[in-house]
């Protein structure tokens, strides 16, 4: 059966912003997804992190964006009728996330419109900055977000 | 002191190929990675995987992302004179992740140049791609990796 209370698609039109974090980054948790999925030297070692570019004990990128998934799915996509994400157009690390930082940040909605192929989904733009404790932009991305309709015959989508 | 038996730049020229995996996903660590990063049913619950888009108990795109990244580091990164990556240029996820299935695939260099604002430093572009036990892709990508050069003072980069 339908949840009503959930965020459909028309609940979440363009402009909508949605807050993420505050989240900090410790160094036992950048460590242990590096042991896991991305073992090299500057995501698992402080010293070898200063000696890299990214100048100290850094956060795998891959990490940083199950960071902020997670930040998305608190602050939205966990009560939303929200049905997955066909990828990523786009991610930019642009400064280290390094132990010790906290993130904040937003998903804002660029655009939405029904799916062609699949009746009764709409498709989200979505766009994601994260920032560090001194307002530095560390991630930005966008990707689409496919979100079912409340609505499905409604003729305004 | 500098490691010549890292795989630099000028030994990764355009053309390249390196294997990913195997890799068998277990129902255990999808809904291990999403307990921690992407709490949506689907990535938790079996039942509730086969009545979503996704058909079954199915990885969080970011793990998908998170196994590719393993992959790369066990097949080329961890032995290569590697500096991290500024971002992804995109991902598709182009069929769902299901507990059970066999990972495999291979990362391309489509091309490389050296740094404009980093001296020593290479960039490959990298196109990887994941494939399912029935050969279905799963996982397309390219992203730019940064890879100290061998030569700095070489005229030919």
Redesign the interface.
Known sequence: MPDDTLLHFEDMPPGTVFPLGPKHVTADEIIA?AM?????P?HLDAEAGKQ???GGL?A????S???M??MM?KSY??RAA?????????????KPVLAGDVLSGETRVLDGRASQS?PG?GILHLRHELRNQAGETVLESENPV?VRLRNPESADI
């Open positions: 997804f896991e999925y991305d073992a090299q500057m890299s570019i990214l850094a795998s990128g891959w990490h964006c199950s960071m998934m997670r799915a996509l966990l929200a049905e997955g994400a066909p990828g990523v157009d786009f991610v930019k690390w642009k699949r989904i496919m």
